[in-house]
């Protein structure tokens, strides 16, 4: 998730707040139309009889100057890709990918050290990235159950250089579009029902009634990610996993009403 070296794609050369809303945006107003045409790809040979799966053995934070070409782009490669900006992206892509059909999704790597590590050195107190810890709340609180269907209603847009799907080419020329800024992926069992969400644009919250197919419930909780958007772990532990109670009696008649923060995601756990 993020500019990728191999696809000649470079990193971002300089820190700043277009570069985080841009880090929010790196799925969705990036590389989500190659995974949708993924998905025609991979139905189109199960019609034709060929019983294939999908499934990623690289996957995680980019945008790392790995062939960087200049110091700035190194570091801020090193920092867009750390950010709680990252995870908030992460969580909203993988959970994204299971609904196009993608199966199992290795993360890329689970050691220490710079790029594509999920923690730093262990000199470096040995500190989890963002987005290796958005992967924690996914698996503990929403992998393993059966993937739901989602609708959002009335997003706020949020304007984004984009390629279209029909321009996505290496040298394409970025063009100005406008994309929902929340997003939502549901699984459950006959027992919970897990909700993300996601708001990725950096400046502004959103109130949000979320509805879910149950009359009653016992038990509310909200796993998210604690910490400022811009915030990594690289120099300390700003970013960390956290969760909090939800009153029950703020759920009236199947709907929970819930304010998406900027650049954050949250997964919400309704028990019955």
Request: proline letters at 4%; hydrophobic letters at 35%.
């Amino acid at each position: 998730i993020g500019p990728r070296w191999e696809m000649g794609e470079a990193s971002e050369t300089k820190v700043d707040e277009n570069g985080i809303q841009k880090t929010l945006l790196s799925h969705r107003g990036g590389n989500e139309p190659e995974w949708q045409k993924q998905e025609k790809a991979h139905l189109r040979l199960r019609e034709l009889g060929f019983n294939i799966k999908m499934s990623a053995y690289e996957g995680g934070p980019s945008g790392f100057g790995f062939r960087a070409k200049t110091k700035e782009e190194d570091l801020a490669g090193e920092y867009y890709g750390n950010t709680y900006a990252m995870g908030t992206a992460i969580l909203d892509a993988w959970l994204n990918a299971w609904k196009l059909g993608w199966t199992y999704q290795c993360y890329l790597s689970f050691g220490q050290g710079r790029w594509w590590s999920s923690h730093t050195s262990m000199s470096q107190g040995h500190r989890p990235s963002p987005g290796w810890l958005a992967q924690t709340l996914i698996n503990r609180h929403f992998a393993n159950q059966d993937i739901l269907k989602t609708e959002v209603k009335n997003s706020p847009l949020i304007a984004i250089d984009a390629r279209t799907k029909d321009e996505q080419k290496k040298n394409a020329p970025p063009k100005a579009a406008d994309i929902p800024s929340i997003y939502a992926h549901a699984s459950g069992t006959d027992k919970k029902i897990s909700v993300a969400v996601s708001n990725l644009n950096l400046n502004k919250a959103c109130n949000l009634e979320i509805a879910v197919p149950l009359k009653f419930v016992s038990k509310i909780t909200r796993y998210y990610l604690k910490g400022n958007p811009h915030d990594t772990n690289l120099d300390d532990l700003k970013v960390t996993v956290a969760e909090e109670k939800i009153d029950t009696k703020n759920f009236i008649d199947g709907v929970l009403k819930f304010k998406a923060e900027p650049g954050k995601a949250s997964i919400l756990v309704f028990e019955k």
